[in-house]
């Protein structure tokens, strides 16, 4: 599983000209799902992006998290984090989850950052969305589950 996350003063999500999801100040997650990920990957995903001190406290030190600034989360399907551009000008994505497999991780770490999470908006998987985001840093950070040592 991998998880771009960017910290945001705002952003949104829109599908078709349809609004699906807008947060303030916050964090965009851009999240990708392998076909090796499972439940319990999501699970320490989720707990390790919700527990990120990545807000600036009042001395200016990256010391606080989402919760504790109040911050919403917008969660975006991006199966692209997935690119292997090693060979040729055209990337390869058979490293991304199927389909069915990658929406229901999708949907299942969803539930779990709602359950963890206050103010939690999402995009619509498999769509075309246009997603705009006021970066505020910019802080932008990549997990990779394999990185990371889940399993």
Known sequence: MRCLVQRVREASVT???ELLGSIGRGLLLLLGVSASDHEK??????RKVLAARIFEDANGKTNLSLADVGGQLLV???FTLYADCRRGN???FTG????????ALYRYFL?????EAGSVEAGRFGA???????NDGPFTL??????LGYR
């Open 76 to 78: 975006v399907s991006q």
């Open 41 to 46: 990957i999501a699970d320490q995903m989720v």
């Open 15 to 17: 599908a078709e000209g």
């Open 142 to 147: 990549l997990y990779d589950s394999e990185e």
């Open 128 to 134: 075309d969305m246009k997603v705009r985001l006021l």
């Open 111 to 115: 539930e779990r950052c709602r359950a």
């Open 90 to 92: 055209r990337p390869s």
């Open 96 to 103: 991304a989850g199927a389909p069915e497999h990658a929406e």
